[in-house]
Each structure stands twice: as structure tokens, then as C-alpha cells.
């Protein structure tokens, strides 16, 4: 899996990759009202320009992303200056109030997200097969505080992938149990045969339960 993602990279086969900010994040992210500073998870962040979206409206963000020549690309793409150090194992670039960690989310722990307070999901759930996509949710979950507001925006399509197929009662099924979870919409099937959905997600603790 790692290895097909950095092939991607290489070869640029990023399909995936706008041009733009998603419709999704600029349409429902204001309805989540996530207090201005409050720091953002970006999980395989790619090269997106979601994070510079975020940043511009006030949110420091922390993307993590496997492929260093997706960080590489971020980071010429903009126009202030980029610092550089390492940090429990992974090699980390700052432009602005935007933080790149290279390396495995996987090997992400707690202790480093503690600051963490919002997630936005709009191409990781859906690059990852089936297999560790369950590991994917927990994970996540580990490093988000109870109250935590997130955006996650799957697909449906014809077999295939990455990216993957997620359907809805798969998303309630990983999420659930420690998110409430809620479907914000559909997008219109595009002729690739995807089919986006948007869903807004709060991690559930002692804030949150009823």
C-alpha cells in the first residue's frame, strides 16, 4: 500500500489532487463552528490546498503525509518561508500556521497531537482498503479529545481503487462507536462513476454523551 501510494507520486498519478478547495469544506465547514486557532488533523494530507483554506480561516493545521515529494510540492506552491526540523521520527516542514509531518499516520501517537482539537477527512478513509480501514477510525479516534468536531467526505464507485468505495453503512459502522455521526448531503454523480457523501463527525466523551 505505501509503496503504490509513493509510485503515485512519482509517477504523478495524483487525479485525486484539486486545484481548488473542496465544495464541501468551504459549504459545511463554517456549520461546525470550530473556534478560530483551534488546530486541525489533515491525515494523508497530500499536497491539498483544504489546509491553506483552513489556515486562511484561522485554524493552524497539521498534515501528515507519507510521501515527501507531496510535502515538497506544498511547500513550493506557497509563498512564505519554510522551516525545517525532525521530531520523534518524522521529518517536519512549517510554512505559515501550516505543519507537514512525513511519515506514517499510523505511527502518530497522542502525545504529539495533543494540540489537536478538529479533523478534516476528505481523501484518507477512501485511500485505504478495506482491510485497515477499521484501524484507520480507531486511530483516530485515539487522537481526538471528546467534543472534537470533524469533516469527512467519502465516495461510492464502481469496484476498483484507490480510491475506495465507502459505503454509508460502512461509515457508521467504523465511526459510530466513538463518533456521533451525522450525513450532511450527496454530491451528484460525476461520469467517473464517483459519488461523493459529506459527513460531520463529534467524537463522543464525557463532553458529549447523553
Not at 501510494?5 to 504523478?12: F, K
Amino acid at each position: 500500500m505505501a509503496s503504490d501510494w509513493l509510485e503515485r507520486w512519482r509517477d504523478g498519478r495524483i487525479g485525486f489532487h484539486r486545484d481548488r478547495p473542496h465544495p464541501a469544506l468551504v459549504q459545511h465547514w463554517p456549520d461546525l463552528k470550530v473556534p478560530a486557532g483551534t488546530k486541525v488533523l489533515v491525515p494523508l494530507c497530500g499536497k491539498s490546498l483544504d489546509m491553506r483554506w483552513l489556515a486562511h480561516h484561522g485554524h493552524p493545521v497539521l498534515g501528515i503525509e507519507l510521501a515527501a515529494q507531496a510535502i515538497e510540492e506544498f511547500v513550493a506552491e506557497g509563498a512564505e518561508g519554510v522551516a525545517r526540523y525532525r521530531q520523534d521520527g518524522f521529518d517536519i516542514c512549517r510554512q505559515g500556521s501550516v505543519e507537514l509531518w512525513c511519515g506514517d499516520f499510523f505511527h502518530f501517537h497522542i502525545e504529539q497531537a495533543a494540540e489537536i482539537g478538529a479533523f478534516y477527512d476528505r481523501a484518507a478513509l477512501i485511500a485505504l482498503p478495506e482491510a485497515t480501514r477499521q484501524r484507520y477510525a480507531f486511530h483516530l479516534a485515539q487522537l481526538t479529545p471528546p467534543g472534537a468536531q470533524g469533516l469527512l467526505v467519502s465516495l461510492t464507485r464502481d469496484p476498483g481503487g484507490p480510491p475506495f468505495s465507502v459505503s454509508a453503512d460502512e461509515v457508521r459502522q467504523l465511526f459510530e462507536p466513538n463518533f456521533r455521526v451525522t450525513h450532511l448531503g450527496d454530491g451528484e454523480p460525476e461520469p467517473s462513476g464517483f459519488r461523493e457523501s459529506v459527513w460531520a463527525l463529534q467524537r463522543r466523551g464525557p463532553l458529549t454523551s447523553s
